[in-house]
Structure formats: C-alpha cells, structure tokens
C-alpha cells in the first residue's frame, strides 16, 4: 500500500501541469527612452578544470574517435560557435588557486599528471593547458578570461604566465610559446585576481587580499601590443559570495584612493541558486511545481544582492567605472544519481531555461553597472550549455535560451512596464510575466517575455511607442512539464518552436503559453 502511495506520488510529481484560462498582461514599451547597453559579456561562459567540464566536454585529445580539430571536439565547437560565446572563464573557479599553468605547456607526453585536489582529487593529465584553451577559444570565436592563482602561486608565477601568453618581444617565455606552436601573443581580454579569496581561495580577511590585490595588479602586465590602449586587458578583482558589502566596502574604499601603481577595472561577485541552502539538495529532474517555483522564487533574489552591491560601488565609484562582474550564477542542483558528487553533474530542464532567462533580464536591468557575466558551467558541470557522454552530446534547455537572447548582445535597453500581477504558488508569490527589451546595432527592436506560471497562458497586449512596428516574428521556449528535459535519446523535448503575434495600430499581441520564454522581433 504505502510502495504503491509513493508510486503515484511520483506520478503527480512529474505529470504535466493542466493548462488554465489565459490571464491578460498589458506591456508598454517606448522604444525613444534608450538605456545602458546590454555589454554581450553579459553572455559569458565558466569552463572549470572539474569533472567532465573540459576532459570530455571539451578536450579528447587528437587521438580520440570523437571527431576532433587538434583534440577538441568538433560537435561542441560548432554548437558553441552558433552562441557568439564573448568570453571563456578558465581554468576555475576554486581549481585557479591550484593551478601551475606551466604543467600545461610543451610536449603533451612531458607533461606532468598531477593531482586535482579541488575536484574529487582526480588525476589531472595536464594535456588541456594554455595552447589548448587558447586554441579552443579560436575555434569557437571568444575572447580568454584567465584566473590567475594567487591562494597557492606567486605574483612572478602569475607574471610570467602572463609573459608567456601576451608577449611580442622575443623574451625566453615568448619563445617558448613559439616552440609550442604559437608565434605570435595570445589576447588576453580580462585577468581575475584569484577566486573566492574569502574562502577556497585562501580564506583570506578582506584586507589581507587587498594587499595581494595591489601586488598582482601592478606586477602581472599584458604584454600584447594591441592590448596596450583601448583595448586593455580587463583586471577583475575578487568581490563578494554573500549578501554582506563590507568586502565590497574595502575594495571599492581602496579603489576610490587608488593611485598609479594599481587599478581595477571589475569586481566580481558570485551567486548560485540553491533554494534549499547548502549543500544542494535539490533535483533537478522528477520535481513538481512548488519546487519550480520555490527555486525561481530563490533565483529572483539576485536583483536585490545586485543592489545591494551597486550601493556600496555607487559611493566610492558613482562614475561606475568598475564593472560589477557576476561571473559565477546559476542552478546549483543535486547531483544525478550514479554520477561522482565531486563532478557536480546534474540535468538542465526547462526550469532552469526560465531561471536563465530571469537572471540575464536582471543583469540586462542592472547594464549600467553589470557589465559581464559567467553562468556556471559551460559543459557537464551545474546550469550547463551542452551535456557530453562519450560520442553523444545533447543541448540543454538553457542553451537554447543563450541562443534565443543572441539579439540582445550588444543591445541597448529599452524600458518595459507591466501590469502582469503575481502568480501565487502555495504562499509564495512570484511575478507572473518578466520582460525584457532591447535595440539592436541596427535599429531593430527585440521584446522578451518569461512566463513565469506553470498553468496559465498569458494574452500579452503590448503598446509600442517611439518607433512604428508593423509586425513581428519570433520563437518560444517551452514543454509539456515544469521539469522537461533534453536526453541523448530525446534531444529535441525543450526546443524553440514559432510563436505567431499580431501588430495592430502599433499594437502587439500574442498570447505566450505556460512556463515558457518568448523572444520577437517587431518589424517597422
Ligand atoms: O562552480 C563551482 C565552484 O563554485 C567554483 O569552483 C567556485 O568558485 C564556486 O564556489
């Protein structure tokens, strides 16, 4: 009796949700009242050294039968190429604090094997190491984001990666890169000074990283000619994980006295949404509707960790010239059954596309200040693009968020209101509908809409001022449950699909269905 009680409580759990009456939502949108731009660093990407993110995701060596360009994969670059990825993240998060970037240069069978103490205490072969990282981002179009380790290297480790990287002078390390197939210096687009100091990265006190923080940016230089203006490489210094400013506060006090011989150009900060606190607890396949909404509900906590930041940052920066710089957010679930809890390996469902969907419209809201993001991970490990077994690789459901939002790259905000209401599931109320607009380089206007409630479809009737539409396009994101997931076998579950909308007298309708994230464009 009670097996049998359990069973069908299962059965509820995952059962598609009933579709109710639409409720109706009025938008309006001036398209004259122009906001900051959408940074498409915003879009970025966290490749860690951990589990199966790089070994298997990405890396297979030149021997593999996987079919591979110099030993990376040849399926995931050309998914990743379709996402105009503007930034790699690597090699960590906690993993950057280990890592002796010259165990990964030169012959791979010279290579040392090495220990990865951070993740599972796995052995590491070093053969995915700076040529290859830089090769990678090559193939798939993006710029390198490198952490540097400061928890258990030096500033002069740190610089003479750097070197070996950046440097067009024939110095010993520039030719050493050039001995390992590589003339000419590699860009740098943004260097972190460490990661999580606060706890994996050396459980430092505010001010003793800040101290580390003055040494690494006056001594680690991008050497690349083409760097030296403009263009310079970005230096992001480590910023919060926790709601509590007073690290901000010490950073950005410093900041505002800062004199020649140091900068920074970011402060980063990191968030995951955990709804049940750590460690993760939550699954993230077979879930229902409350645990849908009790984790988009968690996820929409950003907003306020955003402002409170933005706060301290406004007073010691009002100029906003430090970015604020969130490059670790995302889902952060169980881990699947039967996978090593080390390698943080879990499934990508529709509930995760809206919560991608809520967290980069909360950047695009804070542009003015949020200026570069990272969602965690790219490839296998936590809220992932792309999941790989051997041969098979399948597209998660937040892939194709990343792919539906390409027009907001670079875009330039564009203020929705909304009179949606909430959507109340048990106590807990959510908005119904969050909205996202958007300019393009060419003039084009993009709405996104998430509907956030599991059950209603919304009619959406939106008012279109400062710009004459004469119709518009675009695809939805949606599936039979909350927690519809793409598989090996059943890759096409979660897939963007046509959405049909109407323009009347500079009027848009259309009726957006259930739990589901709308992208159009609206054509003069
Ligand atoms: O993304 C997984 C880990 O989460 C990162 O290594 C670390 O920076 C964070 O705590």
């Given at each position: 009796?009670?097996?049998?009680?359990l069973?069908?409580?299962?059965?509820?759990?995952?059962l598609?949700?009933?579709?109710?009456?639409?409720?109706?939502a009025?938008?309006?949108?001036?398209?004259?009242?122009?906001?900051?731009?959408?940074?498409?660093?915003?879009?970025?990407?966290?490749a860690?050294?951990?589990?199966?993110?790089?070994y298997e995701?990405?890396?297979?060596?030149?021997?593999?039968?996987?079919?591979?360009?110099?030993?990376?994969?040849?399926d995931?670059?050309?998914?990743?190429?379709?996402?105009?990825?503007?930034?790699?993240r690597?090699?960590?998060?906690?993993?950057?604090?280990?890592?002796?970037?010259?165990?990964?240069?030169?012959?791979?069978?010279?290579?040392?094997?090495?220990?990865?103490?951070?993740?599972?205490?796995?052995?590491?072969?070093?053969?995915?190491?700076?040529?290859?990282?830089?090769?990678?981002?090559?193939?798939?179009?993006?710029?390198?984001?490198v952490?540097?380790?400061?928890?258990?290297?030096t500033?002069?480790?740190?610089?003479e990666?750097?070197?070996?990287?950046?440097?067009?002078?024939?110095?010993?390390?520039?030719k050493?890169?050039?001995?390992?197939?590589?003339?000419?210096?590699?860009?740098?687009?943004?260097?972190?000074v460490?990661n999580?100091?606060?706890s994996?990265?050396?459980?430092?006190?505010a001010?003793?990283?800040?101290?580390?923080?003055?040494?690494?940016?006056?001594?680690?230089?991008?050497?690349?000619?083409?760097?030296q203006?403009?263009?310079q490489?970005?230096?992001?210094?480590?910023?919060?994980?926790?709601?509590?400013?007073?690290?901000?506060?010490t950073?950005?006090?410093?900041?505002?006295?800062?004199?020649?011989?140091?900068?920074?150009?970011?402060?980063?900060?990191?968030w995951?949404?955990?709804?049940?606190?750590?460690?993760?607890?939550?699954?993230?396949?077979?879930?229902?509707?409350?645990?849908?909404?009790k984790?988009?509900?968690?996820?929409?906590?950003?907003?306020?960790?955003?402002?409170?930041?933005?706060d301290?940052?406004?007073?010691?920066?009002?100029?906003?010239?430090?970015?604020?710089?969130?490059?670790?957010?995302?889902?952060?679930?169980?881990?699947?059954?039967?996978?090593?809890?080390?390698?943080?390996?879990?499934?990508?469902?529709?509930?995760d596309?809206?919560?991608?969907?809520?967290?980069?419209n909360?950047?695009?809201?804070?542009?003015?200040?949020?200026?570069m993001?990272?969602?965690?991970?790219?490839?296998n490990?936590?809220?992932?693009?792309?999941?790989?077994?051997?041969?098979?690789?399948?597209?998660?459901?937040?892939?194709?968020?990343y792919?539906?939002y390409?027009?907001?790259?670079?875009?330039t905000?564009?203020?929705?209101?909304?009179?949606?209401?909430?959507?109340?599931?048990?106590?807990?109320s959510?908005?119904?509908?969050?909205?996202?607009?958007?300019?393009?380089?060419?003039?084009?206007?993009?709405?996104?809409?998430t509907?956030?409630?599991?059950?209603?479809p919304?009619?959406?009737?939106?008012?279109i001022?400062?710009?004459t539409?004469?119709?518009?396009?675009?695809e939805?994101?949606?599936?039979?449950?909350?927690?519809s997931?793409?598989t090996?076998?059943?890759p096409?579950?979660?897939?963007?699909?046509?959405?049909?909308?109407?323009?009347?007298?500079?009027?848009?309708a259309?009726?957006?269905?259930?739990k589901?994230?709308?992208?159009?464009l609206?054509?003069?």
């Amino acid at each position: 009796m009670c097996r049998l009680l359990l069973g069908l409580g299962f059965i509820a759990a995952v059962l598609p949700v009933s579709v109710k009456a639409a409720e109706t939502a009025h938008l309006s949108i001036d398209a004259s009242k122009a906001g900051a731009k959408i940074d498409r660093n915003l879009f970025g990407q966290f490749a860690e050294n951990l589990g199966h993110g790089l070994y298997e995701g990405i890396w297979v060596g030149p021997d593999s039968p996987i079919p591979n360009t110099r030993g990376i994969r040849n399926d995931v670059v050309t998914a990743l190429r379709a996402l105009k990825v503007p930034n790699v993240r690597w090699p960590g998060g906690c993993f950057a604090d280990e890592y002796h970037w010259r165990k990964g240069i030169g012959p791979a069978g010279q290579r040392p094997a090495t220990l990865n103490s951070t993740w599972g205490g796995v052995v590491d072969t070093n053969s995915f190491g700076t040529d290859e990282f830089m090769d990678f981002l090559q193939q798939i179009g993006s710029q390198a984001y490198v952490s540097v380790n400061i928890g258990s290297g030096t500033p002069r480790e740190a610089a003479e990666w750097l070197e070996y990287m950046t440097a067009a002078l024939p110095t010993a390390l520039a030719k050493e890169r050039a001995a390992n197939g590589h003339r000419d210096p590699y860009k740098v687009g943004f260097m972190g000074v460490g990661n999580e100091s606060w706890s994996c990265g050396g459980d430092m006190t505010a001010d003793f990283y800040l101290s580390q923080l003055k040494i690494y940016s006056h001594f680690v230089r991008n050497d690349n000619p083409s760097q030296q203006d403009a263009k310079q490489m970005l230096k992001i210094a480590v910023g919060p994980g926790f709601p509590e400013t007073d690290w901000t506060e010490t950073i950005m006090k410093a900041w505002q006295n800062h004199d020649w011989s140091w900068n920074i150009d970011g402060l980063s900060l990191h968030w995951y949404t955990v709804p049940n606190g750590w460690p993760p607890a939550t699954p993230s396949t077979g879930f229902g509707v409350s645990e849908y909404a009790k984790t988009l509900k968690s996820t929409l906590f950003m907003d306020e960790f955003l402002r409170k930041q933005e706060d301290v940052m406004d007073k010691y920066d009002p100029q906003k010239k430090v970015a604020l710089v969130v490059d670790e957010w995302g889902a952060w679930h169980a881990p699947l059954t039967g996978t090593n809890p080390s390698f943080l390996v879990q499934q990508n469902s529709l509930r995760d596309a809206i919560l991608a969907s809520l967290n980069l419209n909360i950047f695009a809201r804070h542009a003015d200040r949020v200026r570069m993001a990272n969602i965690a991970q790219m490839i296998n490990v936590l809220q992932s693009m792309i999941l790989t077994n051997k041969e098979k690789m399948v597209l998660t459901p937040t892939y194709y968020i990343y792919k539906m939002y390409l027009p907001f790259q670079d875009a330039t905000f564009v203020p929705v209101a909304s009179d949606a209401g909430t959507y109340m599931q048990g106590s807990s109320s959510l908005p119904r509908v969050d909205a996202l607009a958007g300019k393009d380089a060419n003039g084009k206007l993009w709405l996104e809409i998430t509907n956030l409630d599991p059950e209603r479809p919304v009619a959406i009737d939106a008012e279109i001022a400062g710009m004459t539409v004469k119709s518009a396009k675009g695809e939805t994101l949606t599936a039979s449950a909350v927690d519809s997931v793409n598989t090996f076998r059943a890759p096409n579950t979660v897939v963007p699909k046509p959405v049909s909308a109407s323009v009347k007298a500079g009027k848009l309708a259309l009726m957006v269905e259930p739990k589901s994230v709308t992208v159009v464009l609206l054509e003069p």
